[in-house]
């Protein structure tokens, strides 16, 4: 569920560790080897350490979210920062539906008033 929110793309950054281009960059250290990175096209896809963590807490409020409304009563056992993402979590659902909505009535709008 992650991936919903995550930039689509083909092409992703391996990660430091599997980059041809950071490993061959000249320097000895993690830091001197970042200038590889700066002119990199999959710099915005770059994984960091908090990138698994942000994925990981994004499935678990899925996973929340899909238990409360099969019916589960989680509200008692939630964090509140669970609590704050939850409600997050229902907004941007919410505004992706809205936003989806719209498009398809402009779509069916355009669609009358072109005769197809």
């Known amino acids: ?31 001197d080897k970042l200038h590889a990175c700066i002119s990199c096209p999959l710099l915005p896809t770059k994984p960091s350490p908090t990138t698994r963590e942000i994925e990981d807490a994004v499935d678990r409020i899925e996973r929340l979210a899909r238990e409360r409304d099969s019916g589960r009563r989680v509200i008692d056992e939630l964090s509140p920062l669970e609590w704050e993402l939850l409600l997050i979590w229902d907004r941007s659902v919410e505004e992706f539906r809205r936003a989806r909505e719209s498009q398809l009535i402009e779509l069916m709008k355009l669609s009358l008033t072109r005769g197809y």
Request: charged residues 35%; hydrophobic residues 30%.
């Open 1 to 31: 569920m992650a991936e919903r929110f995550l930039a689509e793309s083909s092409e992703r950054c391996p990660g430091e560790p599997s980059c041809e281009r950071f490993q061959a960059a000249a320097g000895d250290t993690r830091e």
